[in-house]
């Protein structure tokens, strides 16, 4: 199975930038997905982006995000990082990363697909 660790949270202003890491530990292969979640105050789990090993290929689903946000994978270091850019208050949450091994050739969306979720980190967004 695989264990997962967010970092990289914090309190930002509107417009300013952060890069959350999630560090993977155990076994991982091409059929490996690692998924970006957040959760709002008061609302349920929201999938941002997912990264499918098997093809390299990145996903961000939630069309307020395209174009400020990313995710990519550091082989170096293990890591899924999601980039997000200028962003917004209604960003603020806290972000979890979950893995899923996948019999598709595609990332599943829906959170109850993954596990091995980490604490999470807060990110927070002033205007």
């Known amino acids: 199975s695989v264990q997962l660790v967010e970092s990289g949270g914090g309190s930002v202003q509107a417009g300013e930038s952060l890069r959350l890491s999630c560090a993977a530990s155990?076994?991982?292969?091409?059929?490996?997905?690692i998924a970006w979640f957040r959760q709002a105050p008061g609302k349920g789990r929201e999938t941002v982006a997912t990264f499918y090993f098997g093809k390299n290929e990145p996903t961000i689903f939630a069309d307020s995000m395209r174009g400020r946000f990313s995710i990519s994978r550091d082989n170096a270091k293990n890591t899924v990082d999601l980039r997000m850019n200028n962003l917004k208050p209604e960003d603020t949450g806290i972000y979890y990363c979950?893995?899923?091994?996948?019999?598709?050739?595609?990332?599943?969306?829906?959170?109850?697909?993954?596990?091995?979720w980490g604490p999470g980190t807060q990110v927070t967004v002033s205007s």
């Open positions: 155990g076994y991982t292969d091409s059929n490996t997905c």
């Open positions: 979950a893995a899923a091994r996948v019999v598709i050739a595609r990332c599943y969306y829906g959170p109850e697909h993954y596990s091995g």
